[in-house]
């Protein structure tokens, strides 16, 4: 039975795990001037998983080499890489980054949903979905109106972003098997990524033709190792650890950090100031994790006794 409380360094994972991929929406807006959608994931997937074989390799970890293992990679690879990325990088082409990161948002609302018909010791109770619901809102506030204003205006884009959401919901509930496994987080993350390229290898060379394309600029290959290298590689090993310890839907409370974090870091490295439905947004999402956390709760209620 996993605990739905997560302990104080889970949360401190959480939180670094949303500020690796709150980066990920500015650096495929930055690679996509210059590389289509189907060539920018393969490269993503193929340099992170390179950068992690060769990390088993000179650390010496255990590497998985079992069928059924391989098997789940290849699963886990389609739901948590290879559809939802190219969705979201294919969604990014017609709408903004904004209306996508609360597309994105709605990750853990369909999460409670598939561990409700999936996921017997995660099933929800009133108060995990009073808190997703809550973080739901507080995004929304968060990235404000005007990105809501591009609704219904591409809407395959919208629905392609929202389907990315509900294969990570189905993919975080699948990669709970690793855990039982007894699988390293870094292996588990190398062959997800690994049979994600594989998969994706022969599509993108038919479809965008990467050797008839003119070689990208300075800007989109930093973007691309940054993507790769922080928001993939690095970010995997911790959503993996997470996964085996706090269970699929306290990890997909990520997506409600993820905006706090692009303009957290936006706000510190850019000098961007924070705007009033900003602030609102951000204390309606703590006050749902709060609210999903529930030791403020139990102690409120501890001190009334």
Same mark, same amino acid.
């Given at each position: 039975m996993i605990d739905i409380r997560m302990t104080k360094a889970q949360w401190a994972m959480l939180v670094l795990l949303s500020m690796l991929w709150g980066g990920s929406f500015f650096f495929v807006e930055a690679i996509l001037v210059d590389l289509p959608p189907l060539t920018l994931v393969l490269g993503r997937v193929t340099i992170a998983a390179t950068c992690l074989w060769v990390f088993l390799l000179v650390t010496r970890?255990?590497?998985?080499?079992?069928?059924? +293992?391989?098997l789940a990679f290849a699963i886990m690879g389609l739901l948590n890489n290879l559809i939802p990325f190219s969705l979201i990088a294919w969604g990014q082409t017609e709408i903004s980054s904004?209306?996508?990161? +609360?597309?994105n948002a709605t990750t853990p609302l369909f999460a409670v949903l598939v561990a409700a018909l999936w996921l017997p010791?995660?099933?929800?109770?009133?108060? %995990?979905? &009073?808190g997703v619901a809550i973080g739901f809102v507080g995004v929304v506030v968060l990235i404000g109106s005007d990105?809501?204003?591009?609704l219904g205006a591409s809407t395959m884009a919208q629905a392609a972003i929202l389907l990315a959401a509900i294969s990570y919901a189905f993919a975080g509930a699948f990669g709970r098997r690793f855990r039982?496994?007894?699988?390293?987080?870094v292996m588990v993350a190398a062959g997800q990524l690994s049979a994600s390229a594989v998969f994706l290898a022969p599509v993108a060379i038919l479809i965008d033709r990467p050797g008839q394309m003119a070689m990208p600029g300075i800007a989109a290959m930093l973007a691309l190792?940054?993507?790769?290298?922080?928001? &993939?590689?690095?970010?995997?090993v911790l959503y993996f650890r997470l996964l085996a310890q706090a269970g699929a839907t306290n990890l997909l409370l990520v997506t409600f950090l993820i905006p706090v974090s692009a303009i957290a870091l936006g706000t510190t490295f850019l000098a961007e100031q924070l705007s009033p439905n900003e602030i &609102?947004?951000?204390?309606?999402?703590?006050?749902?994790?709060?609210?999903l956390d529930g030791r403020a709760w139990e102690a &409120? %209620?501890?001190g009334t006794a």
């Amino acid at each position: 039975m996993i605990d739905i409380r997560m302990t104080k360094a889970q949360w401190a994972m959480l939180v670094l795990l949303s500020m690796l991929w709150g980066g990920s929406f500015f650096f495929v807006e930055a690679i996509l001037v210059d590389l289509p959608p189907l060539t920018l994931v393969l490269g993503r997937v193929t340099i992170a998983a390179t950068c992690l074989w060769v990390f088993l390799l000179v650390t010496r970890r255990p590497l998985a080499l079992q069928p059924r +293992i391989w098997l789940a990679f290849a699963i886990m690879g389609l739901l948590n890489n290879l559809i939802p990325f190219s969705l979201i990088a294919w969604g990014q082409t017609e709408i903004s980054s904004g209306l996508a990161s +609360i597309l994105n948002a709605t990750t853990p609302l369909f999460a409670v949903l598939v561990a409700a018909l999936w996921l017997p010791d995660e099933r929800p109770g009133p108060a %995990k979905i &009073t808190g997703v619901a809550i973080g739901f809102v507080g995004v929304v506030v968060l990235i404000g109106s005007d990105a809501l204003g591009g609704l219904g205006a591409s809407t395959m884009a919208q629905a392609a972003i929202l389907l990315a959401a509900i294969s990570y919901a189905f993919a975080g509930a699948f990669g709970r098997r690793f855990r039982d496994y007894g699988v390293d987080p870094v292996m588990v993350a190398a062959g997800q990524l690994s049979a994600s390229a594989v998969f994706l290898a022969p599509v993108a060379i038919l479809i965008d033709r990467p050797g008839q394309m003119a070689m990208p600029g300075i800007a989109a290959m930093l973007a691309l190792l940054g993507l790769a290298l922080f928001s &993939t590689a690095l970010a995997y090993v911790l959503y993996f650890r997470l996964l085996a310890q706090a269970g699929a839907t306290n990890l997909l409370l990520v997506t409600f950090l993820i905006p706090v974090s692009a303009i957290a870091l936006g706000t510190t490295f850019l000098a961007e100031q924070l705007s009033p439905n900003e602030i &609102t947004g951000m204390a309606i999402i703590a006050l749902g994790l709060v609210v999903l956390d529930g030791r403020a709760w139990e102690a &409120t %209620k501890r001190g009334t006794a």
